[in-house]
């Protein structure tokens, strides 16, 4: 498709991976057209994402794809354990058992590319939508569009032609990732925990992923001494993990050697250039917090270029999009760095000092629920700028069901009755979060994050 004429759009996608696919059939569904490129014409066979969360999948439904992801994917009510060389537990993330505060379970996995098959599929309900697989672009200058956003990975094409700088938040580690595929009639497989597991070993980190169906994945941390380009071999591999599968137990789908990284891109848009997904911010995977960024960019940046776009909104809109994310990507990948040095941890000194902060017993933790940054909110604290929970309302229909890709108040009939919004009205809907809040009222943007609130 190197020949083929770029026709004028609204919006041109560069990256047709799951954060690109996302804003894609978001933007769709608002009725622009887009064009979207990927310079591959086939999703990427091999597994990388493991975990989004229910705020993801809240993303999802917003775009018409949630029963079909939720039947493709895995809802775990196990949440994580970080357990020493002895199998004392030192934390716990918490699971969320049946739905979670968003409507849905609190955490997914899946196998990456049927999750981006179904994305790619969704876009086929857009004539809006133009997709182009097999054209690398090779300069932003040729893509006719009033914006063009990079969702176009770690060695983006378009941050090169935003500029700015890179705040590098102090992890960048070699780790080995494997995925197995298990033999589910093994006793040793089905031995193996439900839930994700840190193991927090100074003489080898590693983490256990159960994943979904057959799939498990490893990923082992790099010592001082190995030689990466060996460390994929399955007869060096498969010792490391003797204590719980062998080659009878499982095969190996995949085996490759990441550095980990923790960096933000400063610098998020320039004119009509935006960034989304890994070309903006990159995390350790600790939290499996990676992809769920990049989804929560394109639910953010959707509503705002529909706003200008279809509605008329100043284009200086589209400037809170980083003033926005970027605090709230960093609070992510800050506390998956914190989490990274509890795992890592290998020197004894560091080792002493973490087990002695646990001493006292296990701590446990939930997936942060952290404030936007100033833009296009209330200048107030939390819980302004925090998204707004998923009650399911009396008809039996999910609170976004009734709301669509607009505005809406929540409150008091009382309250509520007096007003001519423009904005979805849902009287005594979310009354229970309202009232823990000492609240009467709260309005709420496209994408659910809470704009005001009224006591």
């Known amino acids: 498709m190197a020949g083929a004429q770029l026709l004028s759009a609204d919006a041109a996608i560069v990256g047709c991976g799951p954060v690109g696919a996302l804003l ?21 066979a091999l597994p990388r994402a493991v975990h989004f969360d229910g705020e993801v999948m809240r993303i999802f439904q917003a775009a018409g794809l949630a029963d079909r992801i939720a039947a493709a994917t895995r809802p775990s009510p196990y949440g994580a354990r970080y357990e020493d ?37 969704g876009l086929a309900r857009f004539p809006n939508v133009r997709v182009h697989l097999g054209h690398e672009v090779g300069s932003v200058d040729e893509l006719e569009a009033r914006y063009v956003v990079g969702c176009d990975g770690a060695r983006s094409l378009v941050r090169h032609a935003i500029g700015g700088r890179q705040v590098d938040l102090g992890m960048h580690q070699p780790w080995l990732v494997v995925d197995l595929l298990c033999d589910p009639d093994s006793p040793r497989t089905r031995a ?11 003489a080898r980190p590693m983490t256990l992923v159960n994943v979904n169906g057959r799939r498990r994945r490893w990923e082992i941390m790099l010592m001082p001494g190995d030689d990466p380009a060996r ?58 917090q990676g992809m769920c960024a990049g989804m929560r960019d394109a639910a953010n940046l959707a509503w705002k270029l529909a706003a200008v776009l279809r509605d008329g909104a100043p284009d200086a809109l589209l400037d809170t999009y980083e003033s926005e994310r970027r605090p709230h990507v960093t609070a992510f990948i800050e506390l998956a760095v914190r989490l990274g040095a509890v795992i890592q941890a290998t020197d004894p000194a560091v080792v002493a000092e973490r087990d002695r902060r646990f001493a006292n017993g296990t701590e446990t933790f939930d997936f942060p629920q952290a404030q936007l940054g100033p833009g296009c909110r209330a200048d107030t604290p939390p819980p302004v700028g925090t998204i707004f929970p998923q009650p399911r309302l009396a008809d039996g229909r999910l609170m976004d069901e009734a709301i669509g890709q607009r505005f809406a108040i929540v409150g008091e009939a009382a309250l509520l009755q007096h007003l001519r919004p423009d904005a979805v009205p849902l009287p005594d809907v979310g009354q229970a979060w309202l009232t823990q809040h000492g609240l009467r009222a709260a309005l709420l943007r496209p994408d659910r994050y809470i704009f005001a609130v009224a006591a």
């Not at 918490?94 to 994305?119: C, K, M, N």
């Not at 998020?268 to 250039?273: A, E, K, L, Q, T």
């Open 24 to 44: 894609a059939n978001l933007l769709g569904q608002a009725g622009l057209s887009v064009d979207i490129y990927d310079r591959e014409r086939e999703v990427h």
């Open 85 to 121: 060389a002895a199998g004392r537990t030192l934390l716990i993330r918490r699971g969320t058992d049946g739905p979670g505060p968003q409507g849905w379970s609190g955490s997914w996995y899946f196998h990456q590319p049927v999750l981006e098959a179904i994305l790619r599929e």
């Open 192 to 202: 193996l925990p439900l839930h994700s597991l840190q193991f927090c070993d100074p």
């Open 231 to 288: 460390l994929t071999d399955p007869g060096i591999f498969w010792p490391m993990i003797a204590r719980w599968l062998g080659p009878a137990d499982a095969e190996i789908e995949r085996a490759a050697v990441y550095t980990f990284h923790s960096v933000v891109q400063e610098g998020w848009r320039r004119g009509r250039y935006l960034l989304a997904g890994d070309s903006c911010h990159q995390t350790p995977p600790f939290l499996g």
